[in-house]
């Protein structure tokens, strides 16, 4: 919700079975937003604990490159 309306394709893909390998590069950017950090940081830790899976994600490296990106973004500021 506080990426508003366009946010909800994405966090389809994210719970999807098998997310696009794009979807590394767009979480990673989406990150250093902070309503990106917010989205993915919420209270229930959904999107968390889907970014965890994609750090094993065996058939794309792409995807566990941007799921590692994104979760360095969320401990730290960027700038």
């Known amino acids: 919700r506080a990426l508003g309306p366009g946010a909800e394709p ?7 079975a098998r997310p696009p390998a794009e ?3 767009l979480l990673c950017n989406l990150s250093q937003a902070p309503e990106g950090r917010r989205a993915l940081l919420e209270p229930s830790g959904r999107a968390l604990r889907r ?3 994609l750090l094993r994600a ?5 995807l566990r490159r941007g799921a590692a990106g994104a979760l360095r973004n969320c401990c730290f500021e960027h700038g």
């Open 58 to 62: 065996p058939d794309s490296a792409e």
């Open 23 to 25: 979807l590394g590069a």
């Open 51 to 53: 970014l965890l899976l």
């Open 10 to 16: 994405l966090l389809r893909a994210l719970s999807g």
